[in-house]
Antibody
Framework: QVQLVESGGGVVQPGRSLRLSCAAS????????MHWVRQAPGKGLEWVAV????????YYEDSVKGRFTISRDNSKSTLFLQMNSLRAEDTAVYYC?????????????????WGQGTLVTVSS | QSALTQPPSASGSPGQSVTISCTGT?????????VSWYQQHPGKAPKLVIY???KRPSGVPDRFSGSKSGNTASLTVSGLQAEDEADYYC???????????FGTGTKVTVL
């Protein structure tokens, strides 16, 4: 069965860095576009970034552009999110999510599998 | 890009129907037939219940239906059941610069 397991969250000071991982199993990871979506405590969902199945394209939400980098290792079925220059407003649960249709990495047809999320807290 | 507008709450008795609206602009909801809806129970990951405005993933009961008119999309849950009590979020594709915008979320209560 499809599984996505995030790790790497924790408490970090403002201005520091953190790297999140999302280990995928149960499907051919290299065929699917992948996304990161976050949710601040008690708040709604916010799309963060997308990476194409072959890493040929990457796009980011405006507030994280230049600070966050999405990447993937298809040989290890793992998705990453490198987060630099962290701010208090980046505090959230970060979810990785798979696009529903492998033919569309952008995910316009929705995200059908999500990880359980990993909490990132940015605080001094 | 502003979040799509949803009512904060909605409720209904078991067996009744509830409809949640999701209002955006011509740059997102109105411009594309790529609206999805997600159900989220407390402490859990979101679950896809509707994609491409009105399509249901396999395994989602046909009690869930979606539609769109102009800049507003809607999710209707018919025959409400206790397990439908959750937060619901709409999501729309918004073009290759912004990509996605989520709704503000609606808490559905089964009375």
């Amino acid at each position: 069965q499809v599984q996505l397991v995030e790790s790497g969250g924790g408490v970090v000071q403002p201005g520091r860095s953190l790297r999140l991982s999302c280990a995928a199993s149960g499907f051919t990871f290299s065929n699917y576009g992948m996304h990161w979506v976050r949710q601040a405590p008690g708040k709604g969902l916010e799309w963060v970034a997308v990476i194409w199945y072959d890493a040929s394209n990457k796009y980011y939400e405006d507030s994280v552009k230049g600070r966050f980098t999405i990447s993937r290792d298809n040989s290890k079925s793992t998705l990453f999110l490198q987060m630099n220059s962290l701010r208090a407003e980046d505090t959230a649960v970060y979810y990785c999510a798979r696009v529903r249709d492998y033919r569309d990495s952008s995910g316009k047809g929705g995200f059908d599998y999500w990880g359980q999320g990993t909490l990132v807290t940015v605080s001094s | 890009q502003s979040a799509l507008t949803q009512p904060p709450s909605a409720s209904g008795s078991p067996g009744q129907s509830v409809t949640i609206s999701c209002t955006g602009t011509s740059s997102d909801v109105g411009g594309y037939n790529y609206v999805s809806w997600y159900q989220q129970h407390p402490g859990k990951a979101p679950k896809l219940v509707i994609y491409e405005v009105s399509k249901r993933p396999s395994g989602v009961p046909d009690r869930f239906s979606g539609s769109k008119s102009g800049n507003t999309a809607s999710l209707t849950v018919s025959g409400l059941q206790a397990e439908d009590e959750a937060d619901y979020y709409c999501n729309s594709y918004a073009g290759s610069n912004i990509f996605y915008v989520f709704g503000t979320g609606t808490k559905v209560t089964v009375l």
